[in-house]
Structure formats: C-alpha cells, structure tokens
C-alpha cells in the first residue's frame, strides 16, 4: 500500500518545513508521535491496512523502527477501543 506510506511521509515533510519556516527544529519523538497519530487515523480500525504500511516501515527504516511504531500504534488501538467502549 505504497499510497498510505507516501501519504503519510508527505504529511510529515511538509509539518518539518513548516516547522523549519517557523524556526522551530522537531525532535525525532515528535516526528514519531505525529507518525502513530497519522497511521491512526488513517488506518484504524483496519488491521490489515496497518500491518501493510508496517511492513513497507520495516522495509525502509528497519526491525527495530518498525517494531516502535507497531507497538505504540498498538497501545494508541488498545487505548481507542478502551474509550470507544465507555461510550456505549
């Protein structure tokens, strides 16, 4: 799902230059939580649209890249689930 993965790296490109424009120099964490927020949004509830864009993030960045965006995306999916279902 090449469409996800550029769509996402675009959005982060153009949030560092507007950054950089503004003066202010994003940390690699930032980068990160706005990365889990987007595959959030873009991705949940499906589990297989997410674990796609994983794999091209394990292809590109590696393992351990990839295994820290999985993981926290997962704690983000278990934290939805938790107060989507205090809703009902």
Request: hydrophobic share 35%; with cysteine; proline share 2%.
């Amino acid at each position: 799902m090449s469409d996800l993965f550029q769509s996402i790296e675009e959005a982060k490109d153009e949030r560092q230059a507007i950054q950089m424009a503004d003066g202010i120099i994003p940390n690699a964490e930032e980068l990160h939580d706005c990365e889990v927020k987007a595959v959030m949004r873009q991705c949940y509830p499906d589990g297989d649209k997410a674990k796609e864009y994983f794999e091209l993030v394990e292809k590109k960045r590696g393992h351990l890249a990839a295994q820290k965006l999985r993981d926290d995306v997962r704690a983000e999916w278990k934290k939805r689930r938790v107060e989507m279902a205090g809703q009902v």
